[in-house]
């Protein structure tokens, strides 16, 4: 009634009602005006705030979850959330979670948002924290950035926060995934309904858009219904076989393969969709599954002129390829998801013309593209984006127009450019799961109000590199933004002011309207800090010239070299070429490289054609290759990488050498030689004399011999082995020749080395910084998945003796300032747990003497030093129980000598009772003494156990005879050898292997702040291709051996180790260019003594446990 209306509107809720935040009623013409408030001065330190999302109304995530306000709350820090109708979580589970509902953020010293704050909203003072669009001086959000330079923000850009603190590094905020999950249901949702204009009832009419649903699970679900449906009743033929093709294989396309593979499918290489679409009218069974096919650059493209296709220089040389995707995979394919990078240098997969081409021809049969990467007529002819609320349109490839209309003929195209916003609560978490480790330390402090000054030097290093700007001014790492930005403006003024010409005839009197001459350019080098830009534009304008900027790679820091892809355009051929011979000088002038796109002309400066990797210009060199194992596929790969280059591969395999020459064609020689047979000593004499470098990936104890032979003919030389005493003592020999001998430039050693002395570079820059532990772990291992065949977790690629006698080694290394050393009979049973990444379970074994390498790596004083072996959980537990059991002894055994001598093969069972001095009457006899000789060796009941199981799988307990090359049988190592060479203990086809690397870092800072910096490397083998442990030893010695190729001057002579900034800088850079790299992860263990003093918050529980226990895991 009305009288209860204003008791309705106005009054309190009982005691009995739950209390909710107060919020605005809605009203039709929208909101009041916010009242003002008083700032308050930069805010107060602890105090988080959460900004409510208004950019459009699909934005409702935000940048934590509920459940993450509750971890930092009972951290001690006080979270303010904006009331917001519309986010994803309510203002209620906020408030449970300890967060205070209210508008105003004065209190927040740090401002957390997803999307761009609008510029009068930017409270001054302050941390923000949010996607701002600005670190490619993107036009739009110039405005934005000037506000917080004016408003002494320090801003924070999730774009920025990467594993690394380095721009181009792996991002911890990337919503790739999300885009793939909610493209492809959305284009499922898509296809159903188009399908029935077209005459066809099926399935995929029942899925919705992704944000129908409540949750990514329940749209995953919904697909999954729709697949049973499909497995059980099938499409309709006509639409089968059903062909979906997937390009790329990053975060995008891997999202979207994600839900189509809840469909029934079968995956299919992209070279045989023509034979699946020859077979004419598909089969009952090719009506109930989808067939997926991954498209790669391999499969899009093909080299101009002929030739193998190359990745690498497909990468850096696109304009050397062209698309075959139009017509090897396009009219093949039912529907196409592109969720591959593309921009303007690489061939597109196929264009307007090419539909309209095979619609004319009959040969089409594409009915929807989803184009996740939404680029405006980029790689596919994408017309136009869409939006959630209309997200279709129709292209007709014969009339070239597009309509929204779902029933009118052509193809389905889906083009939505902000679609996980469709998956805001998934997103919200992803966010938050990143942000949380951060925050703690973010909020601890005011934005500094001059730069250098406040804490932002002991953020953790990803959060540290995101800061754009602090005190007003950009910090180091962006102050190229400026640079960009006045480029930019001078070239839009060029473009307007060439169209003003233009349009009156000026520059083209006999009106041929167009550009006569262009050329495009690639420059690598410092081009920010040398200010090389600008002057390129000011000469460039000089000459009435013009500059289009096509892609631009902006290095991760300071120290590193940027990259840029530009259009030259002049009037005249000659006008042209006066411009590019002044841009090539003023390139050599601060040492930048320099080159035509195309294959055209270089230009390089002399400084730097030695490191550019583009010239065709080069003299011809020559590289001798001795050994031919895995280790050389990849290494030979990359050194014909470069044109100029050939290959002499020398090895005893002639089968292995004739295969390289077979695949490369005359670019590589096949030679058989024995390195060590004096009779062929002459020709060894000659291969080393016609060679420029030598590469030496034969066994270690034969690089000596080799080396002198370098040294007597001058020729440089590279390895991948430990520096013995041997080698070592040919310094001086190399030195008086003038001669590189260049060692431990493989995985372990090499990788290892250079980031480790990168990472100690880098943690110790500051004065005064001592380092207090460090430690390195490596191993070559099968992958996870293939791992469980074997017992040991391990399998082997040569001989098992190597990594038996291995587990004998003794082992030295420094401990909390005290030396530990240990008997190799003892090394098992000192190994030590660790899990990585919180999947991947490790047994640490000490390796060898860790001492030497404290003073190669300068940390002679660090109170720890370690360095070890990783092996999967268990190994050393298996193995340590064989030890003691004497099965390691190289012998020989007295026990065993009566069996030695009688020249007969014993049954397994007695060899090895013989061995124990046991009686072998009966199974059960044997196995008792077994478990009483075991359980006196001082092992726990799961050794015991595990050790007992193990000598079982080797058939020890068994009357199998030993195997024939179990031999001598009074060597215990080489008859367990021998039992070990079993088919689960090597790898089957399709099984891959996986490298494992570690660092731990642990300083102290001159202020006192404790800081603990991880860097994790986890390799696994191509897909039918080359192992893990063959890319990252051979690649690793390629670039080595090209760098010395390029100009071995700036390493000096001598036998060396990677261990130097020249060296480890440019190997590290072009391996993180193959995809090898360390993750490193920097953690802040104790506060500076200012911090501690006056912040009461600031380490994270986890922080705190990891101080406790990082000694006892080292």
């Known amino acids: 009634e009305p009288r209860f209306l204003t008791r309705l509107c106005c009054g309190r809720p009982s005691r009995h009602q739950p209390r909710v935040a107060m919020a605005s009623r809605v009203r039709a013409h929208g909101a009041q005006a916010p009242k003002d408030t008083q700032l308050l001065a930069g805010g107060r330190p602890g105090v988080l705030g959460i900004r409510r999302e208004d950019k459009n ?35 209620r589970e906020y408030e449970e979670a300890g967060a205070i509902i209210q508008e105003d953020l004065t209190e927040c010293a740090t401002i957390a948002a997803v999307k761009e704050v609008p510029i009068d909203l930017l409270l001054p003072n302050r941390t923000w924290i949010f996607f701002s669009h600005t670190i490619k001086a993107q036009p739009a959000g110039m405005p934005l950035l000037d506000a917080a330079l004016e ?27 999300f885009a793939g999950y909610a493209g492809a249901i959305d284009f499922l949702r898509g296809l159903g309904e188009r399908f029935l204009a077209l005459g066809y009832s099926t399935p995929l009419l029942h899925i919705g858009s992704a944000f129908m649903y409540s949750s990514l699970e329940e749209a995953q679900r919904a697909v999954a219904m729709a697949g049973e449906a499909i497995r059980t009743k099938g499409l309709p033929p006509a639409l089968c076989p059903f062909t979906a093709v997937f ?26 969709l023509s034979k699946l679409a020859e077979t004419g009218h598909a089969s009952i069974e090719d009506c109930q599954k989808l067939f997926l096919s991954i498209a790669t650059s391999e499969h899009m493209v093909r080299r101009k002129g002929g030739g193998p296709f190359d990745k690498a220089q497909y990468y850096s040389e696109p304009d050397l390829y062209e698309s075959v995707f139009q017509d090897t995979i396009l009219p093949y394919s039912t529907v196409i998801v592109n969720g591959m990078y593309w921009d303007e240098r690489f061939p597109k997969l196929f264009g307007h013309d ?10 089409d049969r594409l009915l929807g593209v989803c184009d996740i990467t939404c680029d405006a007529d980029g790689s596919v002819p994408t017309r136009q984006f869409t939006s959630i609320e209309q997200p279709f349109f129709i292209y007709n490839a014969l009339t070239d127009q597009t309509t929204t209309s779902l029933d009118d003929p052509g193809v389905l195209f889906h083009a939505v450019d902000h679609l996980p916003s469709e998956l805001p609560r998934e997103a919200s978490e992803h966010f938050g799961n990143c942000l949380l480790p951060f925050l703690p330390s973010l909020v601890a402090a005011c934005a500094p109000q001059a730069p250098g000054q406040g804490d932002t030097g002991s953020l953790p290093l990803p959060m ?23 480029a930019n403006a001078r070239m839009d003024q060029e473009e307007r002011e060439m169209e003003e010409e233009l349009s009156k005839g000026a520059l083209h009197p006999h009106g041929v309207q167009g550009v006569p001459a262009c050329v495009g350019l690639e420059l690598s080098g410092h081009l920010f800090d040398t200010k090389l830009i600008n002057r390129i534009l000011d000469l460039v304008e000089a000459q009435h010239g013009r500059v289009q900027i096509q892609n631009l790679d902006v290095a991760s820091t300071v120290s590193d070299e940027s990259h840029l892809s530009m259009l030259v355009m002049a009037q005249s051929q000659e006008q042209l070429d006066k411009i590019v011979s002044h841009i090539s000088l003023a390139a050599s002038e601060v040492d930048v490289a320099m080159r035509r796109a195309g294959g055209g002309s270089t230009m390089v400066p002399a400084a730097a054609q030695a490191s550019s990797s583009l010239s065709p210009s080069q003299p011809p060199r020559s590289v001798l290759v001795l050994g031919s194992g895995f280790v050389s596929g990849p290494l030979v790969e990359y050194l014909l990488r470069r044109p100029e280059n050939s290959i002499t591969i020398a090895s005893l395999e002639r089968s292995e050498v004739e295969a390289f020459a ?39 104890t034969m690089h000596v011999g080799i080396a002198r032979l370098a040294i007597r003919h001058g020729k440089h030389m590279v390895t991948a082995s430990y520096v013995s005493e041997e080698m070592q003592a040919l310094d001086t020999d190399a030195r008086a020749a003038g001669v590189l001998i260049i060692n431990e430039v493989g995985l372990d050693p090499g990788i290892d080395h250079m980031s480790a002395m990168q990472m100690i570079h880098h943690a110790t820059s500051g004065a005064n910084t001592k380092v207090l532990r460090f430690s390195s772990l490596c191993g070559g291992l099968p992958a996870p998945e293939a791992a469980g065949s074997s017992p040991l977790g391990y399998k082997f690629s040569w001989s098992p003796k190597g990594v038996l006698l291995a587990a004998r080694n003794s082992a030295r290394w420094r401990q909390d300032g005290q030396l530990q050393e240990i008997a190799g009979s003892n090394l098992l049973a000192n190994s030590k747990p660790l899990t990585l990444n919180n999947a991947l379970a490790f047994d640490v074994l000490p390796n060898r003497d860790s ?38 002894e190289p012998g020989p055994a007295a026990a065993l000598g009566p069996l030695a001598a009688s020249g007969q093969q014993p049954a397994r069972r007695q060899w090895f009772a013989a061995l124990l001095g046991l ?4 199974d059960a006899s044997l196995r008792k003494s077994l478990q009483e000789r075991i359980g006196g060796a001082g092992l726990s009941k799961e050794q015991v156990e595990m050790g007992e199981e193990f000598v079982g799988w080797l058939g020890l307990l068994s009357d199998l005879p030993l195997p024939a090359s179990a031999t001598p049988l009074d060597s215990p190592i080489d008859v367990t050898t021998a039992l070990l060479r079993r088919k689960e203990m090597s790898y089957l086809p399709g099984e891959r292997d996986m490298v494992a690397m570690y660092h731990e870092l642990v300083v102290e800072r001159a202020d006192g702040a404790v800081e603990r910096r991880t860097a994790t490397l986890i390799e696994y083998a191509e897909p039918n291709g080359a192992t893990a442990m063959a890319r990252t030893v051979g690649l690793t010695a390629a670039i080595a051996a090209q760098l010395v190729l390029d100009d071995a001057a700036p390493f000096g002579i001598g036998v060396q180790r990677p261990l130097r900034k020249e060296w480890y800088e440019p190997v590290l850079r072009r391996l993180d260019g193959e995809g090898i790299r360390m993750d490193e992860r920097t953690e802040l263990l104790r506060p500076p003594r200012e911090a501690a003093e006056t912040t009461p918050v600031m380490l994270s529980s986890g922080a705190v446990e990891a101080q406790s226990v990082l000694a006892a895991k080292l």
Not at 354 to 363: A, T
Not at 465 to 479: C, D, K
Not at 692 to 698: G, R
Not at 919 to 922: N, R, T
Request: charged share 25%; net charge positive.
């Open 57 to 91: 109304k699909w934005e409702r995530r935000a940048p934590v979850a509920p459940k993450h306000v509750r971890a930092l709350v009972e951290q001690g820090l006080k979270v303010i959330v904006q009331p917001s109708t519309r986010r994803v979580f309510t203002d």
């Open 151 to 177: 408003k002494k923000v320090r801003l924070v850009d999730y774009e920025c926060i990467t594993e690394t603190g380095q721009r181009g590094g792996p991002r911890l905020v990337a919503f790739g995934n």
């Open 247 to 272: 390009t790329g294989m990053g975060n995008v396309t891997k999202g979207a393969l994600d839900i189509f593979k809840l469909l029934p499918h079968e995956m299919i290489e992209p070279g045989n």
């Open 354 to 363: 090419d539909l309209h081409r095979h619609v004319v021809s009959g040969n």
């Open 464 to 486: 540290r590199g995101a800061v754009i700007t602090e005190g007003g001014q950009l910090t180091r790492e962006y102050q190229y933004i400026q640079q960009l930005r006045t």
């Open 662 to 700: 077979h695949r490369y064609g005359s670019r590589v020689r096949p030679e058989v030689l024995d390195v060590l047979a004096p009779e062929e000593e002459a020709a060894r004499e000659a291969l080393v004399k016609s060679t420029d470098v030598i590469v030496s990936l034969v066994p270690a």
């Open 851 to 888: 001492t030497a390498f404290a003073e190669l790596y300068g940390l002679s004083d660090a109170p720890t030093f370690f360095r070890g072996t990783l092996r999967y959980r268990g190994f050393c537990d298996r193995m340590l129980v064989v030890s003691r059991l004497g099965l390691l």
């Open 919 to 922: 009686p072998c009457d009966d």
